[in-house]
């Protein structure tokens, strides 16, 4: 009887152990990345998303034009958008936000605090 038991543990143990508890493979949204491509505007807030993969992003609050933008890389996979911010001096800063929604006029994202942040095609 208690080999019977202790089987019947091991089983339910095992079973567990290999169920996944979450389905946010399954659950999360796609978007078509050619929808990305252009010049966005939030506010003073503007980013470019270029075709190759290139873009680039300024706050003309800060008196920054276009010409002397922070660039980036960036990458769409499911709904996480990731921008590989490229420093003068050689570092790279990733920043990864969730979009929510992306249209061919509207994006609008979050970043990891939950920050949303909505932006217009120009």
């Known amino acids: 009887m208690k080999r019977l038991v202790l089987i019947f543990l091991s089983l339910a143990v095992a079973v ?8 946010d493979d399954e659950t999360q949204a796609s978007f078509d990345e050619s929808l990305i491509i252009g010049k966005w505007k939030s506010g003073t807030l503007f980013e470019r998303y270029d075709s190759d993969k290139s873009g680039a992003t300024w706050d003309t609050a800060d008196d920054v034009k276009e010409e002397e933008a922070q660039e980036f890389t960036w990458t769409i996979n499911k709904d996480q958008l990731e921008q590989i911010h490229i420093i003068v001096s050689g570092g790279k800063v990733p920043k990864v936000y969730t979009i929510t929604n992306l249209t061919a006029s509207s994006m609008e994202y979050k970043d990891a605090y939950g ?6 095609k120009q």
């Open 16 to 23: 567990l152990f290999s169920t996944s508890c979450s389905k």
């Open 115 to 120: 920050e949303i942040t909505s932006f217009s």
